[in-house]
């Protein structure tokens, strides 16, 4: 039986955090939409359409980012970063990351655009492997009741720390594949491995013996369960 990896922070939480980043930090094999006959009609400004790729069947949703390339002459170099909110077989509707749907200067200009060349890849791989391994530092566990990633009384205890992990990871990444730019990455990379560093030292975890009510019973860094 294979379980649901328990996930904690989305593309978006990554995004938010490193937006000039995110289109490297992906690999670029992790993708999961490409094409270049996209098109923002003049009356829904925050969708974006495709007759040739299927966004439900190659698995988009909500809180992935999505990058408007082409044309130049309406997405200026090096291109709009959006967020899902939601999605069709055909067609995915868009936001401003961090915002509620419909907030902000919509994606496509007023007359409309076509031939807008989109892509979508994520960091999902990434981000199942650092809630992976804040549940076993934390003692997180689905099969165990009291104990399950529903029972959090904040899951935003965990969310932040898993960003961080997976920005750490990215940029050493980065900087031993990078040429010009190495000594930055592995700079960022300690930066972000600090910051985590820092946050676990002062996080408490505390879990809801029922919705809305907090347990006094609550785990930290020191007194976490680690697995090895």
């Known amino acids: 039986m294979t379980l649901n990896p328990i996930i904690y922070a989305t593309d978006e939480d990554i995004a938010l955090r490193a937006s000039a980043d995110f289109a490297i930090l992906c690999p670029k094999d992790q993708c999961l939409a490409w094409g270049n006959d996209g098109s923002i009609g003049s009356v829904a400004r925050w969708t974006l359409n495709s007759s040739t790729v299927d966004f439900l069947a190659n698995g988009v949703t909500s809180a992935n980012m999505v990058r408007l390339s082409q ?31 419909g907030v902000g200067q919509p994606a496509g200009p007023q007359a409309g655009v076509d031939s807008v060349e989109f892509s979508v890849t994520t960091l999902g791989p990434q981000i ?101």
Do not use: C
Request: aromatic residues 8%; proline residues 6%; charged residues 25%.
């Open 128 to 228: 199942a492997r650092a809630s992976y391994d804040l549940n076993r530092r934390f003692g997180i566990d689905d099969l165990i009741t009291g104990r399950r990633p529903s029972d959090l009384f904040d899951p935003r205890e965990v969310r932040e720390a898993v960003v961080l992990l997976v920005l750490s990871r990215q940029y050493l990444e980065l900087s031993r594949a990078a040429e010009e730019r190495s000594d930055s990455f592995v700079a960022k990379s300690q930066w972000y491995k600090q910051e985590f560093d820092d946050l676990l030292a002062r996080t408490v975890v505390h879990w809801a013996v029922s919705p809305g009510v907090l347990t006094p019973q609550s785990i930290t860094r020191m007194s976490a369960r680690l697995s090895r």
């Open 71 to 101: 044309p130049v002459s309406v997405f200026k170099p090096p291109g709009d970063v959006f967020a899902v909110e939601s999605v069709a077989p055909g067609s995915v509707v868009l936001r401003r990351k961090g915002q509620l749907a």
